[in-house]
């Protein structure tokens, strides 16, 4: 009752929605979300090639392509939303010391996943998948936590940092 309440008066005024990956310092951060949405990049991408292959396209091609390009940019504002919040909310001095080309770094993913939106060019993506496990290695050796290389188990496939977290 207090739902459809509040979804009616929302609708006639309208409320501002708030959006944060929360401002409470939890202590709560990790690479793998922009990540796995650089890969949604690069698989989307890879998925709008094929249709674009074909001999002819229908109705139904031209609907999916319009799908296909909307999660792309999704998926590259929330590589933008996660690296962000990453260097905005939990490195700080001692962290900055540690890596002290973070900023320059981050200012680079920025730019490539605006790249990444613009066009469907994979290998653009393949460019911002690398500059996140550039941004993950970094990330983990504040932790002090070692990383290693792996092809993920799913398209498109590409090698990405994990951490090791056994020891």
């Known amino acids: 009752m207090m739902h459809s309440l509040m979804s009616t008066i929302d609708k006639i005024i309208g409320f501002k929605t708030a959006q944060a ?3 409470i310092p939890c202590k709560i951060y990790d690479p793998a ?3 796995l949405a650089a890969l949604s990049c690069v698989r989307l991408m890879d998925l709008i ?3 674009e292959d074909k001999d002819s396209l229908s109705v139904a091609d031209y ?18 939303d996660a690296i962000r919040i990453i260097w905005g909310d939990y ?3 001692p962290q900055f010391e540690q890596v002290p080309h973070i900023h320059d770094l981050t200012h680079s993913i920025m ?3 605006s790249k990444c939106k613009q066009n469907i060019d994979r290998t653009e993506g393949e ?3 690398e500059l996140i496990n550039i941004f993950a290695d970094a990330f983990w050796l504040t932790k002090n936590i070692p990383t290693y290389r792996a092809i993920c188990p799913y398209p ?12």
Not at 66 to 76: D, T
Not at 156 to 167: E, S, T
């Open 21 to 23: 990956h929360c401002d």
């Open 33 to 35: 979300t922009a990540q």
């Open 49 to 51: 090639k094929e249709i």
């Open 63 to 80: 609907t999916q392509i319009a799908r296909l390009v909307s999660e792309k940019e999704s998926a590259g504002t929330e590589v933008k």
């Open 91 to 93: 490195f700080k001095t």
């Open 111 to 113: 730019l490539q996943a």
């Open 127 to 129: 460019k911002l998948v």
């Open 156 to 167: 498109p496939a590409l090698d990405i940092v994990y951490p090791d977290l056994k020891n």
